[in-house]
């Protein structure tokens, strides 16, 4: 198969080619294709899938050099991961919310069967690196549900761990107070329905944004109930808070299992809660990696940094 693609900015040539056509040899080494340049064109030749997959990255590249003005040897590589575990649009598979204007779709495979698990099973742990989509996810299929009026009421909680910061005393009343802690949450909320719906169906008590500790005591029916951050609870309140479902309920729990910020001796409440229940039925444990991020490329390099540098010091 041969194929012709467009250079959109000549003057471009340069950035998107890379250093002595640094960023072409990573094409051709990744995607296995043969690559001409010839003025403002880029001629593609190889198999099907791999030229496919070629021309998609270029495209790529194209786009990224357009909105951030500069394109590097990792950032290709990031691009070309990203093709690699994207999945083609599926019209019939998205999360209908409450905006008209928006449909939420998996972007990786490992997102996909993050969603499938999250609507097939009763309870659905999910462990990942930053920017795989767990908190943001786990919220529009609770906000599906709610909307599907599969569900009655959606409890979102976290727990208030400050992230290796001592904040001190924080002014304001109580909401003041753990604000800044549930805020991630709120933008999530607020990607999927207006402002106004958002804040009446919290008035309501429809839309619960609680930490964790205000868990306690309580019994949830046709719910569903997301812990955020749950890498940060620990064992006692990890159990605290898988006994509050009710009839009819769902739970979903995420965390990032490199990112703890307990006191040093402290086990992780979902590490903890994950080896105790691995086997049990009804249960679902899902893990993303480096490859499901779908933030800015740099986030996907900076985990695999960082990865990189404590497989080296263990």
Do not use: W
């Not at 909307?147 to 003041?176: H, Y």
């Not at 979903?252 to 039925?281: F, H, P």
Request: aromatic share 6%; with cysteine.
């Amino acid at each position: 198969m041969e194929q012709t693609i467009q250079i959109e900015s000549a003057g471009n040539r340069l950035e998107l080619f890379g250093l002595g056509d640094e960023h072409l040899r990573i094409l051709r080494a990744r995607c296995s294709v043969k690559i001409t340049a010839r003025d403002s064109e880029i001629v593609l030749q190889g198999g099907d899938e791999d030229v496919s997959k070629a021309a998609k990255v270029i495209e790529l590249m194209q786009k990224h050099l357009v909105r951030f003005g500069k394109l590097n040897a990792n950032d290709v590589i990031g691009l070309i991961s990203k093709i690699e575990v994207s999945i083609e649009p599926d019209a019939g598979f998205g999360i209908l919310v409450y905006s008209p204007k928006k449909i939420i779709k998996p972007f990786t495979r490992g997102q996909r069967r993050y969603i499938e698990a999250m609507q097939n099973y009763d309870l659905t742990f999910c462990t990942g690196p930053a920017g795989t989509g767990k908190t943001y996810l786990a919220v529009a299929v609770a906000v599906s549900m709610l909307r599907k009026k599969q569900i009655r009421k959606i409890v979102l909680a976290r727990p208030a761990v400050e992230a290796g910061e001592k904040l001190g005393f924080l002014p304001g009343d109580l909401q003041a107070k753990v604000n800044p802690y549930l805020r991630p949450l709120f933008d999530s909320l607020e990607d999927m329905m207006e402002f106004s719906q958002m804040r009446k169906l919290m008035e309501m008590d429809i839309i619960e944004v609680v930490p964790l500790a205000f868990m306690r005591g309580r019994t949830l029916n046709e719910a569903c109930i997301i812990c955020d951050e749950a890498q940060n609870t620990l064992p006692s309140q990890m159990l605290m808070f898988l006994t509050r479902m009710g009839r009819g309920s769902r739970m979903i729990i995420t965390g990032d299992i490199t990112q703890v910020d307990l006191e040093r001796g402290q086990k992780s409440g979902m590490l903890d809660a994950m080896e105790t229940l691995a086997g049990t039925v009804g249960i679902s444990l899902i893990g993303l990696d480096d490859t499901d991020i779908v933030r800015h490329n740099l986030v996907q390099n900076i985990v695999v940094a960082y990865e990189a540098k404590k497989k080296k010091q263990a």
